[in-house]
């Protein structure tokens, strides 16, 4: 029992040690690619340092919940890795503890590492996002510093922009200036011309002090002509002039009410409560968007009286068709007009009717129809961008509701991700294990992130999309969790190596050299014998062979699915060619180890490689005829001297 208390020790040391220093890592990652965000808001507003350091404060808080499970996975990775590299885990399987065990303090770790998470997602979080917004924006209206550059307009002041070709930075004077003030409208705009001009603030920092010397001032004046030529202007020479600009450069802190709507300021309670009010208050909406456009021109009900523009119509026809027809036809008309005052708009032919109205009357009516037609064009947009708005932001607070759920299993599943995985890697440090679980995360932020935007655009059910990263992702730490607990090399590199070199048919290379020690001399008279043999079956086997043309390839292949003997024969000969590298590579002498190296090394499992088995067999016959002949006049020949 105290081996086991200890070896949670030892796993929670290791964890925890690596786990503090992976956080702040994760931590400084993810804010530096929070601040690209909004570096344009920080930069050149002359903010004091206690402004930043709330905005760094309140941006670590709302990243913690996505440092965590980066976090997590870096820990994990690295520390089962560098267990396993020291073969520390290996002592552990040995001594009978199963890799479940071995995870078991860190797994209630982090679980509860999940669940605060969780806590702080839904009580810090939102709280830290609702200063950190309501930050941004009092940035975003704080004014600019003057830093006005040489030879551009410089637009940072309100309806100003001011041209400097020459400044000097010690004494602040400015020369060769032209302003183009507009406060009073661009169609009354104030253009000045001076050689030289000082720019200042005030002290309660609220307005600027633009002094000018030796210059001109041209006004346009309010005229009602035409042309350009006639509008009356104004021109003003001056040698000192004066002017104050509003310009605010002071921080002010935004209303609090303008950011507390948005759904990243809430807590699940909160969430639930105003989906439950926003769905009410939309679908009563929708509903009497509904009825109103019932009422209109979309649904028109079966019997009404004509509207004016009809009966003006009709009234038309009946005079034309009146002073055109006989006396006789006068009766039936007078009835069928007085019939068409109830008659249901279904039944009246607008293209006989419009065929007897003249055409200034016919353009009115078309034109008023066309206008009734925008008009509902217009109301039917309106209401559809309304109800949209209110689907979106429906969407978007239930985007944080999973979102908090999500973000929180992510550290288990980064976890089940990370430990196994370092366990079958065996490979520890900050090299290997950072870039695997940097791939990890990445594939995991791009899932997240598009699940997130097709959810935000209605295009997939938000749950669908909010817990798509966990789908894709959660099978992959349970296949790493079962293979490292049965001890599978997944990541043996030289396994897969292997099957490449065979599927594309790479083979080694023979590397004889001569031996330092060795126990058994080579029987070179039972190595002639042998040679004889290989030589001779070599070639037997070779003669039955077909020729490198299409037709002998297709035989050889009916052969060889039909024929198991000649497979045989060609095992036996890799067999037997074999047995000779083994025994003479026991061999003193250099030019038979020379002539070894030549030898192939042979695969007869696959029929493909027809014309490399031809090319094997001449080599096996060629250098068996050397080191047979070789053994025949130099070894056998001298030991028998």
């Known amino acids: 029992m105290r081996l086991i208390k200890r ?55 709302t990243l913690v919940p996505m440092a965590l499970p980066l976090a997590i996975l870096l820990a994990s990775l690295i520390s089962f890795g560098n267990i396993g590299e020291r073969l520390e885990l290996l002592a552990i399987k040995a001594a009978g503890i199963s890799l479940f065990r071995t995870l078991r303090p860190l797994i209630i770790l982090v679980s509860l590492l999940s669940l605060g998470s969780f806590h702080f997602q839904n009580k810090i979080a939102p709280e830290a996002q609702q200063n950190l917004l309501q930050l941004l924006a009092s940035m975003k209206m704080k ?23 020459r400044k000097n930075e010690d004494t602040g004077m400015l020369y060769n200036v032209i302003i183009y003030n507009m406060q009073d409208g661009v169609n009354k705009a104030h253009i000045i011309l001076a050689d030289s001009g000082h720019l200042e603030t005030t002290d309660d920092k609220m307005h600027l002090l633009l002094h000018l010397w030796q210059g001109e001032q041209f006004e346009n004046l309010q005229s009602d002509a035409l042309q350009a030529r006639d509008v009356p202007y104004r021109r003003e020479t001056f040698v000192e002039k004066h002017f104050i600009i509003d310009f605010d450069t002071n921080f002010n802190m935004a209303d609090q009410e303008e950011v507390a709507g948005s759904a990243m300021t809430k807590d699940m309670g909160k969430l639930v409560h105003d989906i439950d009010s926003m769905e009410t208050y939309y679908d ?26 009809d009966s003006m119509a009709i009234a038309h026809m009946k005079d034309s068709v009146r002073r055109s027809l006989e006396k006789e036809e006068k009766a039936a008309l007078a009835r069928r007009a007085e019939r068409s005052k109830t008659v249901p708009v279904a039944s009246v032919n607008i293209d006989s009717i419009m065929a007897h109205v003249d055409p200034q009357q016919k353009q009115r009516i078309v034109m008023a129809a066309l206008q009734k037609a925008g008009f509902q064009e217009m109301d039917v947009s309106y209401k559809t961008d309304v109800i949209e708005w209110g689907d979106k932001q429906i969407r978007r607070h239930w985007i944080q509701y999973w979102q908090k759920i999500t973000m929180s299993l992510a550290c288990l599943m980064f976890f089940f991700i990370g430990a196994p995985l370092g366990a ?97 001399d080579p029987d070179y008279t039972d190595m002639h014998q042998t040679l004889d043999t290989l030589i001779t079956t070599s070639r037997q086997y070779l003669g039955t062979l077909p020729r490198s043309t299409f037709f002998g390839y297709m035989a050889y292949i009916l052969r060889y699915w039909f024929s198991k003997r000649e497979d045989m024969k060609a095992e036996g000969i890799m067999l037997m060619t074999e047995y000779v590298v083994e025994v003479l590579s026991n061999s003193k002498d250099r030019q038979v180890l020379k002539w070894l190296n030549g030898y192939p090394v042979m695969d007869t499992r696959s029929f493909r490689f027809y014309r490399r088995r031809r090319k094997d067999l001449r080599a096996v016959i060629k250098y068996s005829e050397k080191i047979d002949q070789y053994i025949i006049t130099h070894i056998l020949n001298e030991s028998t001297k």
Request: proline content about 3%; charged content about 20%; hydrophobic content about 50%.
């Open 7 to 61: 070896l949670d020790l030892f796993i929670l040391k290791n964890f925890l040690t690596l786990f503090a220093g992976t956080f702040c890592i994760s931590l400084f990652v993810v804010m530096m690619q929070f601040l690209w965000k909004y570096i344009n808001d920080l930069v050149g507003k002359g903010l004091t340092f206690d402004i930043y350091a709330k905005f760094f404060f309140y941006a670590a808080e």
């Open 143 to 165: 004014s600019p510093e003057l830093d006005i550059p040489e030879r551009v307009f410089y637009d940072g002041i309100e309806n100003i922009n001011l041209y400097v070709e």
């Open 284 to 309: 009563s909406l929708s509903t009497v968007f509904k009825a109103d456009m019932q009422r209109s021109a979309l649904n028109i009900p079966h019997k009404t009286r004509l509207s004016d523009y």
């Open 424 to 520: 079958i890697i065996r490979k520890g440090g900050l090299g290997f294990p950072v870039v695997v679980a940097v791939i990890i995360f990445i594939v995991y932020y791009i899932i997240n992130t598009f699940g997130m935007k097709v959810s935000r655009e209605g295009e997939m059910p938000v749950w669908l999309g909010m817990w798509l990263s966990t789908i894709v992702l959660a099978p992959l730490g349970v296949f790493f969790t079962v293979k490292s607990n049965n001890d599978s090399a997944v990541f043996n590199f030289d396994a897969y190596v292997n099957i490449w070199k065979r599927l594309l048919g790479i083979r080694p290379k023979r590397n004889i050299t001569r031996k330092e020690v060795i126990i058994h």
